[in-house]
C-alpha cells in the first residue's frame, strides 16, 4: 500500500516538477509547482515524519506560493507567455542536467547503505526538545539565528520592496 | 745613439690640436696660423735633425739599425698586445722628411690661402691633428699601431675634405671618403686579426725578421689553397688600396678634391695617399717570403693597373684638381708596381728603393703641383680648364714652379722624377716585361695630360677676366720655391745608399738605355701636348670626337662611380638595408605586437564569459562541479 | 654604515628630500646635490676598490649580508668585484648628466626627478646585489619608473610605446623569474643545505646538465631582451622615441646593461654548461642583431631610431663577446658596455638638444645645424667619430678587444661570425655620417633655424662630463683592461 | 521508513528533482520561475536530509531538524528575494534576466 502510494507520488513530483520548469505560461508553472510541494509533504507522511509535512504544506503550500502568486500577478498578465529559451541552451542545460543526475545516481548506487535496523517514527515533542534544547546536541542557537534572520529578511523585505518611489 | 726625440715630433701637433681645438673661438686668426706654422717648423727641424743623425751614424757593419721605444698600451692576451712607440728604421726616417716637409709648407701656404676664412683656426687644428697621425702612422712600431693612426688620418681627411661643411658636395665627398676606406680597412683589420692569431704578434720587428718563426713557418695553416697568412697580407693590403686610391677603391680621390686646396696637397697628393705604399713596404720582407711573394704579385698588378687606369682617365677631366687627382693615383700606381716587382737582397731591392725614391719626389713635385694649382684656384676662383688661359703673365711665379713640377713628373731629364721614374722602369724591366711597357706608356700619357694642363692653365686663349689675375703673396710662393726645390734637388739624392729592403745599402745606376726611352716617350708626350694646346685649336675635339665611345667612357671615369652609386644604392640600401628595414617592422616588431593583440582579442572573445546572467554562471559553477565529480569517481575506481 | 648600501639609501633619502621640495627650481637641485654626492661615492669606490683588491683575493669585496626573509633564505647581499664598479661609476655619471639635461624640465619636475631617481636607486641596487631576489626586485625596480616616465613626460605615441617597453620587459621578466626559481631550487644540490639565492653560493654548487640546459635560456633571454637581444629588439626604438632625453639616456645608457650584465653574473656564472650548449645558437642571435641593427639604422629617419638601431648593434656586440667565452672578449664586452652607454647617452643628449630647439628629428627636415649650433655641432661630430670606432675614443678600445678576443675561436663557425660582426664597422660608418652629414653639415634647411639659441651652460656642463670618460677609457685603456681582466677570470673558470 | 522501498529509490527521485530544478534554473528567462527552480532544489535537498535521517540514523534527529531550518531559510529567501524581483520590475520594468546584466564586464 504504501508502496504504490510512494510510487504514485513519485510519479507526481516527476511529471509536475518537469511541468513545472517547462510550462510558457507562468501561473500555470507555479500551481505545478504546489502540486510537487504537496506530494513531497506527502512524502513527509509517508515517512512518518507528519510535522515537517505540515511544515511543508503550511510555509510551502500556503505562504511560498501565494508569495509567488502575488508577485507574479504584481508583475505579469495572467496569461503572459513566457519568452521561448534558445534550443541551444536547453539542450546545454539538460545536459548538464542529465550528466549530473546521473553521476550523483551512479553514486548512490554504488554507495552500499546499511539500513538502521531500529527503526522508529519521528515525535514533534523529540524534535521540539532537540530545537530548543541548550545541552549536548541541541540546536537552540541555530534557531535564535533562524528567528533573527527571519525578522531581518522581514524588515529587509520591506524595505527593498519599497524600494525608492518612482518619481524621485 | 738616442732617438727618443722623435716622440716630439707627433707630440708637437697633438698638443696644437688640443689647444687649436678646444680655444677654436677664442684664439683669433693670426695666432693661431703662426702656431701652427711654428710647431709645424720645430717637427722639420726635428725630422731633418733626426735623418741627419740616422743616416749618417745609423749603421752598425753596413746595416742600418731600428731603434724603437715603446711602451705598453693595450693588453689583448698574454701574447697579443698594442704598443705605442716609434720605430727609427731608414722608411720611416724618409717618411718623417716627406711629412713634415710637406706639412710645414702646407701649414706656411694655408696662412695665405685660408686668409679670411671664418674657421682658419678649426683649419689649423685640423691640419694639425691629420699631422699628428700621419706622424704617428710612420713612426708606428706594430700593426695595430698602424691601424690605431691609420683610421685616425682617416678621420682628420674626413674632417678637412669636409672642412667646407656647407657645400653638399664637400659633405658628401667627406663622407665617400671615409666610407670606402673605411670598407677597405675592413679588410685591413681582419688581416691584422688573422697576422695577430697565426703568429701571435704584431711586432713588426718579429714579423718582419726573414730568419724569424713567422716568415720561416709561413705555410703552417692553409685556407682555400692560399696560406692564410697570404690572405692576411692580401686583406691588408685591401687597406693599402683603400687609402691610396687604387682599383677599384679610388673613387673617393677625385672627389676628396672638394676639400680646401692646402689639404689636397699635403694629404690627397703627398702624405696621406702613400700610406697604403708605406704599409706594403713597411711589411716588406712578409709580402716577399710568404708564398713566394704572391701577395706581391696581387700588388704588382694591382698597381700597374691603376697607374694606367688613371692616366687614361686624367686625359680628359677639366678639372685641374681632379687631373691632378688621377695623376696621383696614377704614379701611386707606380709606387706600387715598383714594390711589386722588387727583390729583398742587394741590387734586388732596386724595385723597393725606387718606390721610396719615387714617393719621396712625388710627394715634392705633386705637393708642388697642388699647390701651384692652388694659387691659380685662389687667383681666379675657379676649378676648372675652360676658364683658364694665359695666366703665365699674371702669375709669373706659380707659373714657373708649375713648370718646373710638371717636367719633373714628366721625367725630362735632370729634374728629380727622372730619377726616381727611371729606378722604377728599370726595376720593371728586370722583373716583368709587361708592367714595364705599360709604365712606359703611362710615363707618356702622364707627360701628355700634365702639359695639357700646363698650357691649358698658363698659355693657350687669352681670357678676359672679371678682375685681373695677380701672383699670390709671399706666404703662398715661398712654400712653392722651397718644394721646386726639392722636385729638382731631390733627384741627386743617393737613394740607394740609405733604403733598402734588407736595410743594407747598395749601388744603382741610372741605365742609360731605358732612361733614354723612357725620356723620349716623355717628350713625345709634352710635344703631342703642345702641338694640341699651346695655341688655341680644335684638334683636341676632333680627336675626341674619333675616339667617340672610348672618349665618353674615359671622361665619366669609365663608370666607376656609377657602379659603386648602383651597388650601394639599389642593392646595399635596396636589397638589404630597406628589407631589413621592413621586416623589422613587419615582422619582428609586428610579432610581438601580434602577441599582444592575440591576447587583447582573446581576452575579448572570453569577456562573453562574463556576461552578468547570474544562470550562466550557474551553469558553469555546476558543469564543473560535475566535471570533478566525474574525475573524482575516475580516480576512485581506478 | 657599509660602503655599497649607501648606494641605495643616497637615493632614498633623495627621493624624500625631493618629496619636501617645490618647484622646479628646488627639486632640480635636490635631485643635483643627491646624484652628485652620489657620483662622489662612485669615484671614491672605485680607489677604495683597488685598495681592498690589493689586500684582498675574494670574487667580491666589501660583501655584507643581512638576512631579509627567513623562510625562504632569502639575503639583502651586496657586494662588488671590478665590473660593479665601473657600472655603477658609469651609472652615477650618466644620472648627473641627465639630471643636466633635464635642467629644464617644465611639466611636473618633482614627479620627474624623483621617478628618474627611483629608476637610478634599482639600477645602483642592481648592480650591487649578490642575491639573485634582492637583484630581481632590483631589477623591478628599475623597469617601472619607465612606464612612468615615458608615459607622462614622453611625447608622440607615447602610452602606446610605454606600453609596448613594459610590457615586452615584464614579459622578459616574467622568463626570468622562472629562470631564477629554477636556479633556487637547484641551487642545494650535493650539498644538502637550504636553498639559496646567494650567487656565490650557488656557483659552488653544480646544478645538473638538464636542469642548466632548461634555465640557461629562460635566464638568458629574460636578461637579454632588456640588452635589445635580436628579436626582442623591438621596444627599445619606439620606446626611446618616446621617451623624454634624460630618460633615453639612462635607459640606452644604463638600463640596457643590465641586460648583459645580468647575463654575465647570473646565467653564464651559474649556468655554464647550459651557456656552453647553448651558445651557438644564441651567437647567431647575436651577431644576426649586430648587422641587422647597423642595416635597419641605414634606412630610419627619425634620429631617435638611429640611435636605436645602433644600440641594437651596439648591444648586440655585447652579447656577442659574452657569448664568445674568451677573456679579451668578455673585457671588450665590458668595455663596449661602458663606452656605449655614455656614448648614446651623448647621443641621446645631443638628439634631445637639437629637438628641444628644431621640434622636429626628422632626417630629413634638418640640415646644417653646426653653423647654427657650433657646439652641440662640434660634440655631435665627435660623439659620431667616437660611435663608429675612431682611435682615441672608448669604443675603439671595445671593439678591438671584442674582435680580436672573438678571432682567438679558430673554427669556421665563430670565425665567420667574427667577420660578419667585424663588418658592421663599416655599416656603421655609414649611418653615423650620414646622418651627421644630414643634420650637422650641409646648407640650412630651413630659415627658421638660422637663430637657434645656442647650447647652455648646463648642457655643456652634461655633455662634457660624458665625454671626459669616453676619452680618458679611449687614450689609456691599459688601468681598466688589467682592473677588469682580474675581475673577469673567476667568472671565465667556470666556463673552461 | 516506508514499506518496500529502500533508500535509493527516495534518492533517485530527490536526485531526479534536484536535477530538474538546475534545468529549470539554467533555462528559464523570468527571474519568477528562476526561483521556483530555487524552491525545486531545495525541496530536494530537505527530502534528502530527511531520508538519510530516518532511513540511516534513526536515533539521531539532526536531519529532521535540517529539513526545517531549510524550509524556514527558503521562505526567508523567496520573500527577500521576491522584494528584489519586486524592486527590479520598479527600476528596469521587466523581471526577464537579460535585462538584469549589470554584472556584465
Do not use: C
Request: hydrophobic share 55%; net charge neutral; charged share 10%.
Amino acid at each position: 500500500m504504501e508502496t504504490i502510494l510512494f510510487y504514485i507520488l513519485s510519479a507526481l513530483i516527476v511529471v509536475f516538477s518537469i511541468a513545472s520548469v517547462s510550462s510558457r505560461k507562468i501561473l500555470r508553472a507555479v500551481t505545478y509547482l504546489l502540486f510537487v510541494l504537496i506530494a513531497i509533504s506527502g512524502i513527509y507522511f509517508l515517512v512518518d515524519y507528519s510535522f515537517l509535512g505540515a511544515v511543508q504544506l503550511t510555509v510551502y503550500g500556503g505562504g511560498v506560493i501565494v508569495l509567488i502568486i502575488f508577485s507574479v500577478l504584481l508583475v505579469h498578465h495572467i496569461e503572459l507567455e513566457l519568452e521561448v529559451t534558445p534550443i541551444k541552451r536547453k539542450i546545454i542545460a539538460g545536459l548538464i542536467s542529465v550528466v549530473g543526475l546521473g553521476i550523483t545516481l551512479w553514486a548512490i548506487y554504488t554507495f552500499p547503505f546499511t539500513n538502521a535496523t531500529n527503526y522508529k517514527s519521528i515525535e514533534v515533542a523529540d524534535i521540539g526538545r532537540k530545537l530548543l534544547g541548550y545541552g549536548d546536541g541541541g540546536f537552540i542557537l541555530p534557531f535564535e539565528v533562524i528567528s533573527v534572520l527571519l525578522l531581518a529578511v522581514m524588515v529587509g523585505a520591506i524595505v527593498i520592496a519599497k524600494g525608492k518611489k518612482l518619481n524621485e | 745613439m738616442d732617438f727618443s726625440y722623435t716622440i716630439l715630433i707627433p707630440l708637437i701637433p697633438l698638443a696644437l690640436f688640443v689647444i687649436l681645438g678646444i680655444f677654436s673661438k677664442k684664439i683669433p686668426a693670426s695666432i693661431s696660423g703662426w702656431m701652427g706654422s711654428i710647431g709645424l717648423g720645430v717637427t722639420f727641424v726635428l725630422s731633418y735633425y733626426a735623418a741627419y743623425q740616422y743616416y749618417l751614424n745609423g749603421k752598425v757593419n753596413g746595416v742600418y739599425q731600428p731603434f724603437i721605444y715603446k711602451y705598453n698600451w693595450m693588453n689583448f692576451t698574454d701574447k697579443l698586445h698594442i704598443d705605442m712607440g716609434v720605430l727609427i728604421d731608414p722608411i720611416s726616417v724618409m717618411m718623417l722628411v716627406v711629412v713634415s716637409t710637406i706639412s710645414f709648407m702646407v701649414h706656411l701656404y694655408s696662412r695665405g690661402y685660408m686668409k679670411g676664412d671664418d674657421g682658419y683656426t678649426r683649419f689649423f687644428a685640423y691640419l694639425a691633428l691629420f699631422s699628428f697621425s700621419m706622424f704617428g702612422l710612420v713612426l708606428a712600431t706594430n700593426l695595430f699601431q698602424i691601424y690605431i693612426f691609420w683610421e685616425l688620418v682617416g678621420a682628420s681627411s674626413f674632417l678637412l675634405i669636409g672642412y667646407y661643411y656647407t657645400k653638399p658636395s664637400a659633405v658628401s665627398a667627406a663622407k665617400k671618403a671615409f666610407i670606402v676606406t673605411r670598407f677597405a680597412d675592413f679588410g685591413f683589420l681582419v688581416g691584422i686579426l688573422i697576422i695577430g692569431y697565426y703568429t701571435g704578434t704584431w711586432d713588426f720587428q718579429e714579423l718582419n725578421n726573414p730568419e724569424g718563426s713567422v716568415i720561416t713557418n709561413w705555410a703552417s695553416t692553409s685556407f682555400m689553397g692560399l696560406s692564410v697568412l697570404t690572405w692576411a697580407l692580401i686583406l691588408i693590403f685591401m687597406g693599402g688600396a683603400g687609402k691610396s686610391a687604387m682599383l677599384p677603391f679610388h673613387i673617393w680621390l677625385p672627389d676628396a678634391m672638394e676639400g680646401p686646396t692646402p689639404v689636397s696637397a699635403l694629404i690627397h697628393a703627398a702624405t696621406m695617399v702613400v700610406a697604403g705604399v708605406y704599409l706594403v713596404a713597411r711589411l716588406f720582407p712578409m709580402y716577399y717570403f710568404i708564398e713566394d711573394g704572391f701577395a706581391l704579385q696581387v700588388v704588382a698588378y694591382v698597381g700597374a693597373i691603376s697607374s694606367l687606369f688613371a692616366a687614361i682617365i686624367a686625359l680628359t677631366q677639366n678639372d685641374i684638381k681632379r687631373v691632378l687627382a688621377f695623376s696621383t693615383m696614377s704614379q701611386i700606381g707606380y709606387m706600387m708596381l715598383a714594390l711589386g716587382v722588387s727583390g729583398y737582397h742587394g741590387h734586388d731591392g732596386l724595385g723597393f728603393m725606387a718606390s721610396m725614391f719615387h714617393l719621396f719626389t712625388h710627394a715634392m713635385f705633386k705637393g708642388l703641383l697642388f699647390l701651384a694649382a692652388g694659387s691659380v684656384i685662389h687667383a681666379i676662383h675657379s676649378n676648372y680648364l675652360q676658364d683658364m688661359g694665359g695666366l703665365r703673365k699674371y702669375m709669373p711665379i706659380t707659373h714657373i714652379t708649375f713648370l718646373i713640377a710638371a717636367l719633373s713628373i714628366s721625367g725630362v731629364p735632370f729634374f728629380a722624377g727622372f730619377f726616381s721614374k727611371d729606378e722604377i722602369l728599370t726595376a720593371a724591366y728586370e722583373n716583368n716585361i709587361l708592367i714595364y711597357i705599360s709604365s712606359v706608356f703611362v710615363a707618356g700619357l702622364t707627360a701628355f695630360y700634365m702639359f695639357r694642363l700646363y698650357f691649358g692653365i698658363f698659355w693657350g686663349k687669352d681670357k678676359e677676366y672679371e678682375h685681373t689675375p695677380h701672383e699670390s703673396p709671399m706666404s703662398m710662393t715661398i712654400p712653392m720655391m722651397f718644394l721646386a726645390f726639392m722636385s729638382i734637388a731631390g733627384g741627386y739624392i743617393h737613394f740607394s745608399k740609405y733604403i733598402s729592403p734588407d736595410h743594407m745599402p747598395f749601388e744603382a745606376h741610372l741605365n742609360y738605355y731605358l732612361a733614354a726611352i723612357a725620356s723620349t716617350v716623355g717628350l713625345i708626350g709634352i710635344v703631342l701636348a703642345f702641338i694640341f694646346y699651346k695655341k688655341e685649336n680644335n684638334l683636341s675635339e676632333r680627336f675626341s670626337h674619333a675616339f667617340g665611345i672610348f672618349y665618353k667612357w674615359t671622361y665619366n671615369k669609365f663608370y666607376f662611380d656609377e657602379i659603386y652609386l648602383f651597388v650601394t644604392k639599389k642593392i646595399i640600401f635596396g636589397l638589404v638595408a630597406k628589407p631589413s628595414a621592413w621586416f623589422d617592422k613587419n615582422v619582428v616588431d609586428a610579432s610581438m605586437i601580434g602577441i599582444g593583440n592575440v591576447t587583447e582579442s582573446f581576452s575579448y572573445k572570453i569577456k562573453g564569459m562574463q556576461s552578468g546572467k547570474f544562470q550562466d554562471y550557474a551553469m558553469g559553477f555546476i558543469s564543473g562541479g560535475v566535471v570533478i565529480a566525474i574525475v573524482v569517481f575516475y580516480l576512485w575506481i581506478n | 654604515m657599509d660602503i655599497l648600501s649607501l648606494f641605495v639609501i643616497v637615493p632614498i633619502i633623495t627621493v624624500i628630500a625631493l618629496g619636501f621640495s617645490k618647484g622646479l627650481k628646488q627639486s632640480r637641485i635636490v635631485a643635483l646635490a643627491g646624484m652628485l654626492v652620489q657620483l662622489g661615492m662612485s669615484i671614491n669606490l672605485i680607489f677604495a676598490y683597488l685598495k681592498e683588491r690589493a689586500v684582498n683575493d675574494d670574487i667580491m669585496v666589501f660583501v655584507k649580508d643581512i638576512m631579509w626573509f627567513e623562510q625562504f633564505n632569502i639575503h639583502y647581499s651586496v657586494g662588488v668585484d671590478a665590473i660593479s664598479v665601473v657600472m655603477i661609476a658609469l651609472t652615477a655619471v650618466i644620472v648627473v648628466a641627465g639630471i643636466f639635461i633635464s635642467w629644464m624640465v617644465d611639466d611636473l619636475p618633482k614627479e620627474f626627478f624623483i621617478s628618474l631617481i627611483i629608476l637610478s636607486t634599482g639600477v645602483f641596487g642592481f648592480f650591487i646585489s649578490l642575491d639573485l631576489f634582492t637583484m630581481f626586485v632590483f631589477y623591478e625596480i628599475a623597469v617601472i619608473p619607465m612606464y612612468l616616465l615615458i608615459g607622462i613626460w614622453g611625447s608622440g605615441p607615447r602610452e602606446n610605446s610605454a606600453m609596448k617597453l613594459t610590457l615586452m620587459l615584464m614579459g622578459a621578466s616574467a622568463v626570468l623569474s622562472v629562470g631564477i626559481f629554477g636556479i633556487y631550487f637547484n641551487s642545494n644540490i650535493g650539498t644538502d643545505g637550504p636553498l639559496t639565492f646567494n650567487i656565490l653560493e650557488i656557483a659552488q654548487v653544480n646544478i645538473p646538465e638538464a636542469a642548466q640546459n632548461l634555465f640557461f635560456p629562460m635566464v638568458f633571454i629574460g636578461f637579454a631582451t632588456l640588452g635589445a637581444l635580436f628579436p626582442f629588439h623591438t621596444w627599445s626604438p619606439s620606446g626611446h622615441a618616446s621617451a623624454p632625453t634624460a630618460v633615453s639616456m639612462l635607459h640606452a645608457g644604463v638600463l640596457m646593461k643590465l641586460g648583459g650584465y645580468g647575463v654575465f653574473r647570473v646565467a653564464m656564472y651559474l649556468l655554464p654548461i647550459g651557456a656552453i650548449n647553448w651558445s651557438d645558437f644564441f651567437l647567431v642571435l647575436a651577431s644576426i642583431g649586430v648587422v641587422y641593427g647597423a642595416l635597419g639604422a641605414i634606412m630610419q629617419k627619425d634620429l631617435k631610431y638611429i640611435n636605436a638601431y645602433a644600440s641594437v648593434s651596439h648591444l648586440g656586440l655585447v652579447l656577442f663577446a659574452l657569448l664568445m667565452f674568451n677573456k679579451t672578449a668578455w673585457n671588450g664586452a665590458i668595455i663596449q658596455s661602458l663606452s656605449h652607454g655614455l656614448l648614446t647617452a651623448m647621443f641621446f643628449a645631443l638628439i634631445g638638444m637639437v629637438y628641444g630647439r628644431t621640434h622636429t628629428r626628422d632626417v630629413a627636415k634638418l640640415g646644417g645645424i653646426m653653423k647654427v649650433l657650433p657646439f652641440i655641432g662640434a660634440i655631435y661630430v665627435i660623439t659620431g667619430l667616437a660611435y663608429l670606432g675612431l682611435p682615441g675614443f672608448s669604443g675603439f678600445v671595445a671593439e678591438m678587444n671584442i674582435f680580436v678576443g672573438s678571432f682567438q675561436h679558430d673554427d669556421t663557425f665563430h670565425r665567420i661570425l667574427t667577420i660578419l660582426a667585424v663588418s658592421s664597422i663599416v655599416v656603421t660608418a655609414v649611418y653615423i655620417l650620414r646622418m651627421v652629414g644630414k643634420i650637422m653639415m650641409g646648407p640650412l634647411s630651413n630659415p627658421e633655424y638660422a637663430n637657434l639659441p645656442k647650447a647652455t651652460w648646463y648642457e655643456k656642463v652634461g655633455l662634457v662630463m660624458l665625454l671626459i670618460p669616453v676619452v680618458i677609457i679611449g687614450v689609456m685603456p691599459f688601468g681598466l683592461g688589467e682592473m677588469l681582466k682580474e675581475s673577469i677570470e673567476p667568472f671565465l673558470e667556470r666556463l673552461l | 521508513m516506508i514499506e518496500g522501498i529502500s533508500i535509493y529509490e527516495i534518492l533517485t527521485l530527490s536526485s531526479i528533482v534536484f536535477f530538474v530544478g538546475v534545468y529549470g534554473f539554467f533555462t528559464r528567462e523570468n527571474l519568477i520561475t528562476v526561483l521556483m527552480s530555487i524552491e525545486l532544489i531545495l525541496n530536494a535537498s530537505a527530502l534528502n536530509f530527511v531520508i538519510i535521517n530516518t532511513y540511516l540514523y534513526p536515533d539521531f534527529l539532526q536531519g529532521a531538524v535540517f529539513s526545517i531550518f531549510i524550509i524556514a531559510m527558503a521562505a526567508a529567501e523567496t520573500a527577500l528575494a521576491i522584494a528584489i524581483i519586486i524592486n527590479l520590475y520598479k527600476l528596469v520594468a521587466s523581471v526577464e534576466v537579460k535585462d538584469t546584466e549589470k554584472l556584465k564586464y
